[in-house]
Nanobody, 122 residues
């Protein structure tokens, strides 16, 4: 089992940038994804980074604005968010999958962090 702790959320204005971190402990081999959820809505995929060839994948809503990266020496995955919009407001979760390749479906992830709130004011 992998334990995940997110940090870096906060209140920012539209157009600002914010970087989230996800620190993992335990057996961390595998890929990492970022999801977000607004109250009353389903959790949606945001971005993922694989452990194979270090490939990345983004949802259409964040492509070109968000960048996911990993520092294996620190067991940390980052989500750099730029040009934030009010519709990016959500609780952001990182998740770990034992699959080494990119996964975009919640069911493919077996460990989840508790989330960090990102609020973007317009």
């Amino acid at each position: 089992q992998v334990q995940l702790v997110e940090s870096g959320g906060g209140l920012v204005q539209a157009g600002d940038s914010l970087t989230l971190s996800c620190v993992a402990s335990g057996r961390t081999v595998g890929s990492t994804g970022w999801f977000r959820q607004v109250p009353g809505q389903e959790r949606e995929f945001v971005a993922a980074i694989s452990s194979i060839l270090i490939s990345t994948h983004y949802s259409n809503s964040v492509k070109g604005r968000f960048t996911v990266s990993r520092d294996d020496a620190k067991n940390t995955v980052y989500l750099q968010m730029e040009s934030l919009k009010s519709e990016d407001t959500a609780v952001y979760y990182c998740a770990h999958s034992t699959y080494g390749s990119i996964r975009t479906t919640e069911d493919d992830y077996d460990s989840w962090g508790r989330g960090t709130q990102v609020t973007v004011s317009s």
